[in-house]
Structures are given as C-alpha cells and as structure tokens.
C-alpha cells in the first residue's frame, strides 16, 4: 500500500475536464516538490509534471499539475482518446528517505 | 538523443542473484542522478533506488534495502543494480530512469524500455 493515494480509476468523456488526486502528509507532498507521469499501456512512463506544476518541453497546457498542503492534482482538459493510460504522482518521503509513487489511477475516456 | 538501454534480466531462482545494466548515451552521464523503478505485472510503479551524480549518495527503499546495491560507472555511462536473496516479490519490469540533475533522484526525464526480472523456482 502506498504512502500517497490516489483514486483507482477516473473517467469522462471527450473534450471534457477531469482532476486526478494524489494525498499525502507533511513528509511527502507536504514538503517536497511532486511530479506526475503517464504511461500508456505497454509502454514506460512519461514526464508530465514536475516540480508540482511545471510542464517538460514537449507536454501540451491541456496538462496542469497543483498543490496545496498535504495534496496534489493533476488536471487535463480537452480529454482526447489518446490520454487513456494510468497516471502517477510521485514526490520524496523524509520518513523513508525514499522516493514514493501513488498507486495510479487509469484514466478511462468513454 | 537520449537514450537508456537496460539489460541483464532474466528467470532466476528464490534466493539467487542478478546484476541488471543500464547503458546510457546522448548526454554527459556523470552530472545526473539514476534511479531504478521497477512494475510488477499489472501492479503500479515502485520507486527502487536511487544514486546521485559526481559520485554521490545512494537510497534505497525500505523492500530492498540490505539485498539490492546500485552502482554507476561514470567511464562507462552505466548504472548497476546488483541484486541479490531475491524473492518471488522482486518478479516485475525494471527501469532505469535520469534525473533532471546530479542531486535529484526523482523527476525522472527519461526511461529507459525495461528489462523484465522473474524470480521462481
């Protein structure tokens, strides 16, 4: 079970918005910068998100990433069939001295 | 163009022992961090190890640590995990992965295909 939890799955429909969360405590989100990743299946994860909501060269503003206290959120807006996949936080835990991914969520586009 | 190219995964045995590979090209090797993620088949991700660059500091998560020894060869552009007592639970798909600079072994730019580790008898 993962230190940072985030729903199993979530879904809407094309062109539509969806935000998947990812809580945690104060020694991981709470004081840790928290990236996000896609990976489509069959295939290694991707870079979304880093530093809670900073954009990698390449990953189009339909993708945002937040944070406030012990949660994050990462939105995507103008869903596409393209962006079913599983997404995952991931961020430092002081208590571990471990880096820590949430569990993921499968986005499902109907 | 970067690219991380993993190998040395296999089927071995409860309590054996693996050294998996992670060849590196397209960028200066020494000045970032390393990190091995590994995926048991249709489970999530789970953060492995981790080792900073100019020859800096290790971690390593708690379900590993005392069996699994990162390394990296700055002369060769390699990293290493050596694995070692592995168990059933070690079964799943290794990655390596960079880290966006020589200290941060999260936010990880780049991934490697995987190379698959199985242990059973």
């Known amino acids: 079970q993962s230190v940072l939890t985030q729903p199993p799955s979530v879904s809407a429909a094309p062109g539509q918005k969806v935000t998947i969360s990812c809580s945690g405590s104060?020694?991981?989100?709470?004081?840790?910068?928290v990236s996000w990743y896609q990976q489509l299946p069959g295939t290694a994860p991707k870079l979304l998100i880093y530093d809670n909501n900073n954009r990698p060269s390449g990953i189009p503003d339909r993708f945002s990433g937040s944070k406030s206290g012990t949660s994050a959120t990462l939105g995507i807006t103008g869903l596409q069939s393209g962006d079913e996949a599983h997404y995952y936080c991931?961020?430092?835990?002081?208590?571990?001295?471990?880096?820590?991914f949430g569990g993921g969520t499968k986005l499902t586009v109907l | 163009e970067v690219q991380l190219l993993e190998s040395g995964g296999g089927l071995v045995q409860p309590g054996g022992s693996l050294r998996l590979s992670c060849e590196s090209s397209g960028f200066r090797f020494s000045s970032f961090a390393m990190s091995w993620v590994r995926q048991a088949p249709g489970k999530g991700l789970e953060w492995v190890s981790g080792?900073?660059?100019?020859?800096?500091?290790?971690d390593y998560a708690d379900s590993v640590k005392g069996r699994f020894t990162i390394s990296r060869d700055d002369s060769k552009n390699t990293l290493y995990m050596q694995m070692n007592s592995l168990r059933a639970e070690d079964t799943a798909v290794y990655y390596c992965?960079?880290?966006?600079?020589?200290?941060?072994?999260?936010?990880?730019?780049?991934w490697g295909q995987g190379t698959l580790v199985t242990v059973s008898s």
């Open positions: 991931e961020t430092w835990d002081s208590s571990l001295s471990a880096g820590v």
């Open positions: 080792v900073r660059g100019n020859g800096g500091s290790t």
């Open positions: 104060s020694s991981n989100i709470g004081n840790h910068y």
């Open positions: 992965a960079r880290g966006v600079s020589p200290t941060r072994i999260l936010y990880l730019d780049y």
